[in-house]
């Protein structure tokens, strides 16, 4: 698929919640659980730092013991962020999220983030795309195409 990730995002939206590596797991939860997300990217003033999904809390929260109320973001959140440039086509998207077996890639521009998209998005536009194809098709071998 050639589709470029822009496209995605002009579909989804480019609204990503961040919160700084200052605060502490408990609140950085809590501004996930509001807004219905599964990860939050970490930002230090308009610096990228990191990401803190539910599966850091479920691994190195919750799975290290830590008190989610005094550790800190920081100290939790997946640093060295791998990003996608928003010319980034659907293909090489999902090979990045099946090599790095990740969930979640920003898409950064000349140091800016533009947005976030998940595996979730990726597969929910293809699956439109292939529903779309199959009624094409389906309309063509009925008769509804000129040949």
Request: charged share 20%; with cysteine; hydrophobic share 45%.
């Amino acid at each position: 698929m050639n589709t470029p990730i822009s496209a995605l995002l002009e579909r989804k939206g480019s609204v990503v919640y961040t919160v700084p590596p200052t605060l502490s797991i408990y609140d950085a939860v809590s501004e996930m659980n509001r807004h219905r997300i599964g990860a939050i990217v970490i930002v230090d003033g308009a610096r990228l730092v990191g990401i803190f999904t539910e599966r850091d809390a479920l691994r190195r929260v919750v799975g290290a013991g830590l008190d989610p109320r005094r550790a800190l973001v920081a100290d939790v959140m997946t640093a060295g962020l791998i990003t996608i440039a928003p010319e980034a086509t659907i293909e090489q998207t999902m090979n990045i999220f099946t090599e790095k077996r990740c969930r979640h890639l920003p898409v950064v521009s000349e140091g800016q983030l533009l947005g976030l998209i998940s595996i979730g998005d990726v597969t929910r536009w293809m699956a439109d795309a292939h529903r779309a194809e199959a009624e094409h098709l389906k309309s063509y071998i009925a008769g509804g195409f000129p040949a």
